[in-house]
């Protein structure tokens, strides 16, 4: 168990829709990161936010968005579902931000899109 | 950040170590080496990472080269739950991790 937990674990939805995944960090953690694991893409980095402040963004979607709330929970919104968007999205925190940080991952949401 | 290069797959017999090798001959002298798992679709599972020295833990140890061209990951008595993707991951001045296709390590009984 790493600390960082998600919810839900499990979401079904069509497309067109929206919907919000959320990510808690481990007690202590800053920064918060989201990556997107779909069969064909592997696992690629969405977006970074640092003390609830946006401080990297990989290859997010313009119908992504993210946020990081005061007390550190992060909230991933996907919109204008498409069938492609069906992946997993994990969350992962780390203590600070910089490439000595280590990240913990959580166990990760699974959308399907129909 | 310097690119990878891993093979594939990889068998282990369960109780002999596992030796996964990675290659980033491009790496720079400020970049660590890093390594994770995936068991399954379960979230990526932090094993070890390293600078220069050669690094050990409870889980694993990590061997770097000196000229820090490549390392190698050492499970030293693998057992069934150790199979895994396996991911080496060269990191810079950068916060995201770049996962590539990584090695899929079968232990077997």
């Known amino acids: 168990d790493s600390g960082v937990t998600q919810t839900p674990k499990h979401l079904i939805t069509a497309t067109g829709q929206r919907v919000t995944l959320r990510c808690s960090p481990r007690s202590g953690d800053l920064s918060v990161y989201w990556y997107q694991q779909s069969l064909d893409q592997g696992l690629q980095f969405l977006i970074q936010y640092y003390n609830g402040e946006e401080r990297a963004k990989g290859n997010i979607l313009e119908r992504f968005s993210a946020q990081q709330f005061p007390d550190l929970h992060s909230e991933l919104n996907l919109s204008s579902l498409e069938l492609g968007d069906s992946a997993l999205y994990f969350c992962?925190?780390?203590?600070?931000?910089?490439?000595?940080?280590?990240?913990?991952f959580g166990p990760g949401t699974r959308l399907l899109v129909l | 950040d310097a690119k990878t290069t891993q093979p594939t797959s990889m068998d282990c017999a369960e109780g002999r170590a596992a030796n996964l090798p990675c290659n980033h001959s491009?790496?720079?002298?400020?970049?660590?080496v890093y390594w994770y798992r995936q068991i399954h679709s379960q979230g990526p599972q932090y094993i070890i990472h390293g600078l220069k020295n050669n690094e050990t833990n409870e889980m694993a140890s990590l061997i770097i080269t000196e000229d820090r061209k490549s390392s190698t990951l050492i499970l030293p008595h693998a057992t069934l739950r150790d199979t895994a993707v396996y991911y080496c991951?060269?990191?810079?001045?950068?916060?995201?991790?770049?996962f590539g296709t990584g090695t899929r390590l079968q232990v077997f009984p």
């Open positions: 491009t790496i720079s002298g400020n970049e660590y």
């Open positions: 992962a925190s780390s203590v600070a931000s910089g490439m000595q940080e280590t990240q913990y």
């Open positions: 991951i060269v990191r810079g001045n950068t916060d995201k991790l770049i």
